[in-house]
């Protein structure tokens, strides 16, 4: 059997560009923003990148809706900072108009005609690339002194039943001109998005459905050329019983009067109803421990670096997102 690699690894700790996809519901979101705090540690620049319109990083730090343009939006201990930039594929086309062909008040007419939507309905890859394009170009960016101007950039990429569809930018450009500044720019992409500097984190719970979609999307990525990183487990809880005790309550193999008299040794003398309910919501818990066992078994088989973080029953908040950024880098994240 083979067995899940733990922690943040070298190679990944080399990686600039780092997409962060989940079935939806699992925190693909939120992991993606506390994977940004985490990488900003020691006084690098991070920025996060949102693709899907959902202003979710706004929500999650407590800010306005983000515009088309990068703001800090924290900071990070040691004197880091993470940036922030909401892709709008309007503008962002906009943008290509002017740099490459010159047409910015042409541009704005052709917003203004719904040329624009028009033209990435009647080229559905014109999307993909059109966003890629910018995240390659946010990467790429150097200052004044030739250095990266961000040490890091962390998108907030479609779930995963999108996520190789989104990054396979290669299929994307047979809806393209054959040549071209958005034919150059987009091969730019193709060779940033397989190339070593990029990684695409799973972030999944330990349930069935979220785990299946996992390894299926580890598979697509295995055939698309494209690199997986690591498996963000997300909300994990801990057992409340002894190892010895859950196969067997699991089982439903719980005394009641057993827990009776423990319950009485410590001075609580519970109804029948109340006693009932326990023991029932016992055998529950450990059937949950057996499965999320055999989850952690199945996600295995994706030999992939595994990071655990803790279910927060306080909900998400900016203080939350900096306590799951801390258990990052208690695990390697750096």
């Not at 949102?50 to 929500?59: D, K, L, M, S, T």
């Not at 698309?224 to 439903?252: E, H, K, Q, Y």
Request: glycine share 10%; proline share 4%.
């Amino acid at each position: 059997m083979t067995t899940t690699l733990a922690g943040w690894t070298d190679e990944l700790t080399r990686t600039r560009l780092h997409f962060v996809t989940g079935k939806g519901g699992t925190g693909k979101t939120t992991l993606a923003a506390s994977l940004g705090l985490a990488l900003a540690g020691h006084g690098r620049r991070v920025l996060l990148v949102e693709v899907e319109g959902r202003q979710g990083f706004a929500q999650l730090f407590d800010t306005e809706p983000l515009p088309y343009a990068e703001q800090r939006i924290a900071s990070a201990p040691n004197g880091g900072e993470v940036r922030a930039l909401h892709i709008d594929v309007e503008a962002a086309l906009l943008e290509y108009f002017e740099m490459f062909y010159n047409l910015g008040f042409a541009g704005r007419t052709l917003r203004r005609m719904g040329a624009i939507e028009f033209a990435t309905t009647l080229a559905p890859g014109l999307r993909d690339v059109l966003l890629t394009g910018k995240i390659k170009e946010c990467v790429g960016r150097t200052d004044s002194d030739g250095r990266h101007f961000y040490d890091a950039v962390v998108v907030d990429a479609p779930p995963t039943g999108r996520v190789v569809k989104f990054l396979d930018v290669t299929r994307a450009l047979t809806d393209l001109a054959k040549t071209g500044p958005i034919r150059s720019q987009a091969d730019g992409v193709v060779s940033l998005l397989h190339s070593g500097q990029t990684a695409v984190h799973l972030v999944t719970l330990l349930e069935e459905m979220p785990v299946r979609e996992t390894l299926d999307a580890v598979a697509e990525l295995d055939g698309a050329d494209l690199r997986p990183g690591a498996v963000l487990i997300n909300r994990v809880r801990p057992p409340r019983l002894p190892a010895r005790s859950i196969s067997p309550a699991a089982d439903g193999r719980v005394d009641a009067d057993r827990v009776r008299a423990g319950l009485a040794a410590a001075g609580l003398d519970l109804p029948d109803a109340t006693l009932d309910a326990l023991v029932t919501e016992t055998v529950e818990h450990a059937g949950r421990v057996e499965a999320e066992t055999t989850a952690r078994q199945q996600l295995s088989e994706s030999d992939l670096p595994t990071l655990e973080l803790a279910d927060l029953s306080g909900g998400v908040d900016v203080a939350a997102l900096y306590e799951l950024a801390e258990s990052l880098r208690g695990q390697g994240v750096r």
